[in-house]
C-alpha cells in the first residue's frame, strides 16, 4: 500500500467526534477508493484529559497546533472547532504552509471566505466547506459543480437544525421553548452559543455562504437580514394552523433585476408546501435554476455523523485531489458583485396581530393608516375581546416592507394601540 495521506484534525467535539469515527470505520473502503490510506496523524483540543464521544489513541492527542500546523507530513487540516479566533489564523497557517484545509466553520466563512479563498487560489489549494451548511446536506459541492449550468433565480430553505426542532416540538407538542432548546443542545445540534441558533445568525452564516455561491458574487453576514424565533409565540402558531399554515424559520435568497436579497426570518407556510413537513433537526433547501427548474435538497442539517459525513466526503475529495496533483481545481465562484436589496424593498404578505383598546371606530382608524400607506388587507382572522382590550389578527395582501413597517410605527404611536402582537411574513411557497 501506498503512503497515507496524513490529516490533522483541529477540535474533537460533536464534528470533529463524528468525523474520527467514520474515517475509523470507512478506513479500508477509503483505501481502496483512493489507492492510498487517509490516516489521521494529530488531533489538536483544549482539554488533554476530558472524555471523549470517540475511541481515539491518547497519544494522537495534543493541545498545541504547531504539532499540527507545523508537521510537514499533514497534506490535510481539517478544522472543526468553530468561532473566529484562533480557528481563522490556524486555517491561514495552515494554507500558507502548503496545506490543503476543510472546515465546517460557517462563522468564519460567512464572514472571512474571500480572505480565505485568495489564499488557497494563490497557493492552488483545496478550501472545501460541505458541512458549513445544512450539515450532511450536500449543497455547496452541488451548486459549484452539478448546477454550474444554471442562472439560480432563487434559494429558499430550512437551515437551522436547532429551531427548526424547536419550532416543531412547540407546533407538534405545545412545548416549551426554553425545554426544547436544552434538548437540542444535548443532542449536539445547537451551537457551542445557541443564541447565534435561536436568533437566526447560524442560518444568516449558511444563507451567506450558499448565496454568494448561488449568485456568483459575494454575500457576507452582514447582507443578510436577520431575525430568529424568539418573539413566535404559542398564540403565533395556533393562529397559523387554523389558517392552514406551518411557522418555519427561513433563509430566502433571490436574485431580482440584478439585485440580491437575502433575508432569515420565521415565516409562515402553506401547509401543503414540502418545507412544512421538514420537521425536527432536518434541514431542505430548495433551489430554483432556469435550466433545471426546481430542486430540492433534504436531509440531517446538524449533529455528529450527518455532520462528520459532509466532513469525510470533502476529505475523500481533498485527498484525491493531492493523489492527482490538481488541488485548488475549484476556487472562489464569486465573479460578479451584485449590489444587495434592503429589506425595506421586499414585497410580501404580513400575518399581522394588534393589542387595540376596546372602543368604537378603532377598528376604522387602523384600516385608515393602512389604506394611506398602500396596505391592504386580505383578510381580517379574528377580532377577540379580552377585558378592555381586542386583539385584532390579520393578513395583509402582498407590500412593500417599508410601506408595511411605516404603517405599524404610525399604528404603535396612536393612543387606541397598545402593542403590535407580532409581524410574521407569510411565503406563498
Ligand atoms: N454541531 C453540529 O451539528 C454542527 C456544527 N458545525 C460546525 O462545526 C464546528 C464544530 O462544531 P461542534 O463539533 O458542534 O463544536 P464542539 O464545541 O462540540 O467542539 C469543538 C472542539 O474544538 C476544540 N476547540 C475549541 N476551541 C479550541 C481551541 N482554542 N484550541 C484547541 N481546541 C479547541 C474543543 O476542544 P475540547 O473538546 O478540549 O473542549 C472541541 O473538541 C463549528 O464550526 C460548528 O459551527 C457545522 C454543522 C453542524
Ligand atoms: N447549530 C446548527 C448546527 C449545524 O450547522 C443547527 O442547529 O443547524
Ligand atoms: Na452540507
Known sequence: MKQPIMVGLLGLGTVGGGT???????????????GRPVQVKKVLVRNLHKPRPVVVDPALLTDNPADILEDP??????????????????????????????????DLMAVHGRE????????ELDLEFEASVAGGIPIIRPLKVCLAANRIEELKGIINGTTNFILTKMTQEGSDFGEVLKEAQALGYAEADPTA???GLDAARKLAIVASIAFNSRITLNDVYVEGITKVTARDIQYARQMGYTIKLLGIAKEIDGKVEARVHPAMIPDCHPLAAVNDAFNAIF????????????????????????VVGDIIDVARNIIKGHTGRISCTCYHQKPVRPIGEIVCKYFLRLV??????VLAAIAGVFGDQGVSIQTLIQQETIGDSAEIVLVTHPVREDNLQMALKILSDMPSVERVGNVIRVERG
Open 116 to 123: 480565505l479563498f485568495d489564499l488557497a487560489e494563490a497557493k
Open 20 to 34: 474520527l469515527r467514520i474515517l475509523q470505520n470507512r478506513v479500508e473502503d477509503i483505501a481502496q477508493r483512493l
Open 73 to 106: 507530513e499533514i497534506s490535510i487540516v481539517v478544522e472543526l472547532m468553530g468561532g473566529i479566533h484562533p480557528a481563522l489564523d490556524y486555517i491561514k497557517s495552515a494554507l500558507k504552509a502548503g496545506k490543503n484545509v476543510v472546515t465546517a466553520n460557517k
Open 287 to 310: 433551489v430554483k435554476g432556469d435550466a433545471v427548474g426546481e430542486t430540492m435538497f433534504y436531509g440531517r442539517g446538524a449533529g455528529d455523523m450527518p455532520t462528520g459525513s459532509a
Open 197 to 199: 441558533d435561536v436568533e
Open 356 to 361: 387595540v383598546t376596546e372602543k368604537p371606530g
